[in-house]
């Protein structure tokens, strides 16, 4: 694969803040905020619909879980995404929430999404549209089309343990890796054999936390040892 001008092999996952302000009050697309709806309510970029469900998209029944069909269904047709809707996902958390947003669309079949690059701080610090005004769109139909190539389950993930065809990538943060910050867990420590990158590493500092170019990022992954011919798990 080619890289775009702005560094990026797939910069078609990626929505520019000039493509988006440019799309505001095109029907075909709708804005996600993915911060809670509390922080959506103060302010959120013009048009946007905000979750007024866990920003993760918990299973209500199972919280362990991402939503189940029926459920993911319902909160897409909801926010009026249709099967051609482009979705543009953001966040309020450097990437984190928009980005699970982004998985679960895919893990649903609905491959036209995209994740603001650089996320509300970049939109707010270069100045374009916000509003507080909460948009009602027209309710859609939503078909999910589950993917399950997109998820490692838990056999599967435990079986390859000791592989040295398979990279298992943690992405926590460094207290995380190491055992100092449970997160509330009652087992703490890191998968065996696993290498650790923390997922800040791939984003531009604040206020712009758009992605590091493709060059940039290749790079931190060749030096943690995580290379194309490995198989990678990320968690």
Same mark, same amino acid.
């Given at each position: 694969?080619?890289?775009?001008?702005?560094? /990026?092999?797939?910069?078609?996952?990626?929505?520019?803040?000039?493509?988006l302000?440019?799309?505001?009050?095109?029907?075909?697309v709708?804005?996600?905020?993915?911060?809670?709806?509390?922080?959506?309510?103060k #302010?959120?970029i013009? !048009? #946007?619909?905000?979750?007024?469900?866990?920003?993760?998209?918990k299973?209500a029944?199972?919280?362990?879980?991402?939503?189940?069909?029926?459920?993911?269904?319902?909160?897409?047709?909801?926010? !009026? +995404?249709?099967?051609? =809707? =482009?979705?543009?996902?953001?966040?309020?958390?450097?990437?984190?929430?928009?980005?699970?947003?982004?998985?679960?669309?895919?893990? /649903?079949?609905?491959?036209?999404a995209?994740?603001?690059?650089g996320?509300?701080?970049?939109?707010?610090?270069?100045?374009?549209?916000?509003?507080?005004?909460?948009?009602?769109?027209?309710? #859609?139909?939503?078909?999910?089309? +589950?993917?399950?190539?997109?998820?490692?389950?838990?056999? /599967?993930g435990?079986?390859?343990v000791?592989?040295?065809?398979?990279?298992f990538?943690? +992405?926590?943060?460094?207290?995380?890796?190491? !055992?100092?910050?449970?997160?509330?867990?009652?087992?703490?420590g890191?998968?065996? !054999?696993? +290498?650790?990158?923390?997922?800040?590493?791939?984003?531009?500092?604040?206020?712009?936390?758009?992605?590091?170019?493709?060059?940039?990022?290749?790079?931190?992954?060749d030096a943690?040892?995580? =290379?194309?011919?490995?198989?990678?798990?990320? /968690?």
């Amino acid at each position: 694969m080619t890289q775009s001008s702005a560094g /990026y092999v797939r910069p078609e996952l990626l929505a520019e803040p000039d493509w988006l302000e440019a799309h505001l009050d095109d029907p075909n697309v709708r804005i996600i905020d993915c911060a809670t709806f509390d922080l959506y309510q103060k #302010a959120h970029i013009k !048009g #946007a619909v905000g979750l007024r469900v866990n920003p993760f998209i918990k299973d209500a029944n199972d919280p362990l879980h991402v939503m189940p069909p029926d459920q993911f269904a319902k909160l897409m047709g909801d926010l !009026g +995404v249709g099967p051609d =809707t =482009t979705v543009v996902s953001y966040d309020t958390a450097g990437g984190v929430p928009a980005c699970r947003m982004w998985w679960v669309l895919n893990h /649903y079949g609905h491959t036209n999404a995209k994740v603001l690059n650089g996320g509300w701080e970049r939109w707010f610090h270069e100045g374009r549209p916000i509003s507080r005004d909460i948009p009602s769109p027209a309710a #859609a139909t939503f078909t999910p089309v +589950v993917d399950d190539s997109v998820l490692c389950p838990l056999d /599967y993930g435990i079986s390859r343990v000791g592989d040295e065809g398979v990279i298992f990538l943690d +992405v926590r943060s460094d207290g995380e890796w190491t !055992g100092e910050n449970s997160r509330g867990n009652k087992r703490i420590g890191h998968v065996p !054999g696993s +290498v650790h990158l923390e997922w800040t590493n791939f984003m531009n500092p604040e206020p712009n936390r758009s992605w590091k170019s493709a060059e940039e990022i290749r790079a931190l992954l060749d030096a943690a040892g995580v =290379t194309p011919d490995k198989e990678v798990i990320t /968690y």
